[in-house]
């Protein structure tokens, strides 16, 4: 698959969230901040401190559902904007999903052991980073199959074939590398929200899983190791305590993690930097 398929298919997956908007069943959108201090990047530090303000939606209508996330993430001076610079980086990562329920779209009931349901997933990452040493300018479409699993809340399992470039921008040496196409290659990823209740206190579970096979050669010719990303948070309901509706106000606490951060093997050169144990702290706003 060339890029320019990529862009038509990212397009007309955007084309089919627009289309059912207006006929949306449900929806939830928030505003949140989180932040910790053991963040870590390939080749640099493992201790950096981020800020990562997040704009995210959900919703459902007839046939589905979407998804869509977008991270500013602002780092300290340990992953600096240029070299030499005591300014951190900044990155925005978007994050797009879309999801056709097998069931709703054939009438069919396609329940059966702990699944209630099949679906197919389609969808795009993109992102661009302003660091020293790699300028990041992710572009990614996701498409394949989705396990609907039947428990409270929700938990999502897919298989995704990846369509992943990348074209980034050395300022240490002023070096521009061509747009490069990895190998094709899956991930299996789970997305979930799960309320449950500690002792008399309300909580939800909630979070993603990838684990991504190897994408072969990175554009410098060196090799890809398979990445295991876990994200994940316990997340209380506060808005009784401040006089608002349920679930507007949340607060919990965050874990992320990252094992061969973007292929990158943690055992040789990119160090503990491809490696990160990330705990968080996190506030949401719901509207």
Known sequence: MKFSQKTILAASVLAACAGTAAAAEWSDTSIGY?????????????????????????????YGTNFFNAD??????????????KSGSQEIYIVYRHTLDLGKITGQDFKFGPVRGLGLTGGFDVNT?????YNSRKRMVVAGPTLMMDVPGFLNVSLLYLWESNAPYSKFSGTQTERYSYDVHPMLTAAWGIPFNLGPIPLSFEGFANFI?????????GGTKPETNIDMQVMYDVSPHVGAAKNTFKAGLEYQYWRNKFGNDHTKAAGDGAFAKTPMVRVEYHF
């Open 213 to 221: 096979a190897s994408k072969g050669q990175n554009e410098f010719g």
């Open 129 to 133: 980073k302003n660091d020293a040493g």
């Open 72 to 85: 500013l993430l602002m780092a300290d001076s340990k992953d600096p904007a240029a070299p030499g610079s």
């Open 34 to 62: 989180r932040y910790g201090t053991k963040f870590a990047e390939p080749f640099e530090s493992n201790s950096i401190n981020k800020s990562i303000v997040n704009l995210t939606h959900a919703s459902g209508y007839k």
